[in-house]
């Protein structure tokens, strides 16, 4: 077991509190001075809680985890700089892969099994104490959730190891399911409305675990095609629906006010991991930067293409048709654009032959409507304005506009990537000079790309090496509609899944520059009809509404498409991807522990 000391001020507001968990199960010569008895008081509980959304940021935000939930789909390849890369091509994918989450959720699990074993004589009003057992139910489930999409059979564990074991099991995944389903519907019961004291901000409450149970309704009815799993979801989601007003959720108007720093916890956001600048919580250091292993917020970096070092005035296109870097680059690496870590792009690939020839699928798929979809422009950075004086001559090796000029800080283009082909690119715009360089579709790369831009921190202040102290939002109030728009889809009711998408697709036709009328022609326009659903638009739909957002790899899972539309879009994975990769593989780590009673078994194919 560990101890580890935190101060919570983040998820509770209690004061300096133990945040106590058993190590992974399995491993010998565990030291604590925890035991049972540690939970049999409020302020054990509320360690051990506070103590397992502690935890949640080693995963959410982080490298690793990023790269588990997004690379080897139809959403992104690899950027230049990709780490992980086995988990993006499918090649070579093993246990040594993976092991961080899975050794985090099971401390967390052993420590949730010891407040809901020894917490219920807590002395406390009978409401407050069944809140707190309900928060340990809730993020039970949250993890095993977790676990059993990633690697089906796992280990259930429902009471507290206090004695250390060699031997270890995997229960059936239905038995897993049963466990969820029987956590969350606890807790739904038990659950205020909106967080109350000691909980605050965006802890769990009565619809967040009606949102995760909704979920695990529809991922279990796509494993056993169970019409009455779809039901229930849809059921659930129209309840929260129904009640958003009491549960003080709803969406904004405008699809960019969800990924405004104002507006991290605000109605449309259900669940957070919490992040934050103030030291005293062991998470940050002002000033003191961040390595890509720490339990941070890192999410700003992923997507971010070398700006600073690629952007040079006079790049150009070579023989082949390549974007080559020439000159001085009109940026330096500032907070404000972030810092570059080149790691996962948006898959731009041309495919050249077949059902997409000549389509990528992030342009002509997901995004194809950008003219009416403002979540393109909402995603995505498309422009970078000057941050450095730089002078570039007339005679410049590889200046081709036959002019000199100084950008203008704050005011020039030092880059565009435009949605478009523009004649001229990079040094023109059609027959106009541009200072600064045009990289449009056709000159993206692994090292040239647009980058993401809803999960940006300018807040971090000079050190833009800072992590970001913006927190992961998890579970946002659109994902009830969508939810309930492939429950609906899968129980053969189109009609009602058109309903639901189409209040996300009239949502994103909004643009707070757009005229009253020009709003009701884009809703008009990206308005569809029962006959428009199907399981590939409602996916493309996700791509829009979540592109990035730690869903995709369990999206394409649970809709048993991962194999179907990596070999479709993706041709770094297509080659390799074959259909045991729709489970991850046990942790390595794992396996090498159980040296007692029968070995702990791989997945099929690792």
Same mark, same amino acid.
């Given at each position: 077991m560990k101890n580890k000391l935190i101060k919570s001020g983040i998820l509770l507001l209690a004061a300096t509190i133990l945040n106590s968990g058993c190590k992974k199960i399995l491993e010998e010569n565990p030291q604590s001075g925890i035991v049972p008895s540690f939970f049999a008081s409020p302020s054990g509980v509320l360690g051990g809680i506070a103590g397992v959304y502690n935890?949640?940021?080693?995963?959410?935000?982080?490298?690793?985890?990023?790269?588990?939930?997004?690379?080897g789909t139809d959403e992104h390849l690899a950027g230049a700089s990709a780490s992980g890369i086995q988990v993006h091509n499918y090649n070579g994918l093993n246990g040594s892969n993976f092991g961080a989450a899975w050794g985090t959720a099971y401390t967390?699990?052993? !420590?949730?099994?010891?407040?809901?074993?020894?917490?219920?004589?807590?002395?406390?009003?009978?409401?407050?104490?069944?809140?707190?057992?309900?928060?340990?139910?809730?993020?039970? =489930?949250? @993890?095993?959730f977790y676990l059993v999409q990633t690697f089906g059979d796992v280990p259930l564990h429902t009471t507290f190891i206090t004695v250390p074991s060699q031997a270890d099991s995997r229960q059936p995944v239905a038995q897993v399911y049963d466990q969820i389903i029987k956590d969350l519907t606890d807790a739904v019961a038990d659950l205020p409305n909106t967080p109350t004291a000691p909980f605050i901000s965006k802890a769990a409450s009565k619809p967040t675990a009606q949102y995760l149970l909704a979920k695990v309704y529809l991922t279990r009815g796509w494993l056993n095609n169970t019409n009455a799993d779809f039901v229930q979801a849809y059921t659930i989601c129209n309840n929260i629906i129904a009640n958003k007003a009491a549960y003080g959720l709803d969406l904004w108007q405008d699809y960019g006010d969800a990924f405004n720093p104002v507006n991290d916890y605000g109605k449309e956001t259900m669940f957070v991991s919490d992040h934050s600048i103030d030291p005293k919580y062991g998470q940050y250091t002002v000033g003191g930067g961040a390595s890509g292993g720490a339990a941070q917020n890192l999410t700003p970096w992923f997507y971010i293409w070398n700006y600073p070092s690629n952007s040079g005035l006079n790049s150009f296109k070579n023989g082949s048709g390549a974007l080559v870097n020439s000159g001085t680059s009109g940026m330096v690496r500032d907070a404000?654009?972030?810092?570059?870590?080149?790691?996962?792009?948006?898959?731009?690939?041309?495919?050249?032959?077949?059902?997409?020839?000549?389509?990528?699928y992030i342009l002509d798929q997901a995004f194809v409507n950008r003219t009416n979809d403002s979540r393109w422009d909402n995603t995505f950075q498309k422009v970078w304005i000057s941050n450095t004086a730089v002078t570039n001559t007339a005679g410049a =090796?590889?200046?081709?506009?036959?002019?000199?000029?100084?950008?203008?800080?704050?005011?020039?283009?030092?880059?565009?990537?435009?949605?478009?082909?523009i004649a001229?690119?990079?040094?023109?715009?059609? =027959? !106009?000079?541009?200072?600064?360089?045009?990289?449009?579709?056709?000159? @993206?790369?692994?090292?040239?790309f647009p980058s993401v831009k809803?999960?940006?921190?300018?807040?971090?202040?000079?050190?833009?090496?800072?992590?970001?102290?913006?927190?992961?939002?998890?579970?946002?109030?659109?994902?009830?509609y969508l939810i309930a728009a492939e429950a609906y889809f899968k129980d053969g009711k189109l009609t009602e899944a058109a309903n639901m998408l189409n209040v996300i697709r009239q949502r994103a036709a909004y643009r707070k520059t757009n005229t009253a009328p020009q709003n009701a022609a884009a809703a008009a326009a990206l308005t569809i009809t029962s006959a428009d659903v199907t399981l590939d638009f409602i996916l493309d739909e996700r791509s829009r509404e979540f592109y990035g957002e730690w869903q995709r790899w369990q999206d394409l899972v649970r809709t048993r498409s991962l194999i179907t539309r990596v070999k479709a879009w993706n041709p770094e994975a297509a080659v390799n991807i074959q259909n045991f990769h729709m489970l991850r593989p046990i942790p390595q780590s794992q396996i090498d522990r159980v040296v007692e009673g029968p070995p702990f078994p791989q997945n099929p194919g690792y």
């Open positions: 935890d949640i940021r080693s995963a959410w935000g982080t490298e690793g985890f990023t790269t588990e939930m997004v690379a967390d699990i052993n !420590t949730l099994n010891g407040v809901l074993e020894y917490g219920q004589s807590i002395d406390l009003p009978d409401a407050t104490r069944r809140q707190y057992l309900a928060q340990a139910k809730f993020l039970r =489930a949250f @993890w095993y404000a654009n972030g810092r570059p870590y080149i790691r996962i792009r948006p898959n731009s690939y041309v495919w050249p032959s077949g059902t997409n020839a000549g389509k990528r =090796a590889n200046n081709s506009r036959g002019i000199g000029y100084t950008m203008t800080v704050g005011v020039d283009t030092a880059i565009w990537i435009p949605d478009v082909e001229g690119a990079p040094q023109f715009n059609g =027959a !106009t000079p541009f200072k600064g360089i045009i990289i449009p579709p056709s000159l @993206w790369t692994n090292s040239y809803k999960f940006m921190d300018p807040s971090r202040g000079s050190n833009f090496n800072d992590p970001s102290t913006r927190p992961v939002v998890m579970y946002r109030f659109s994902d009830v």
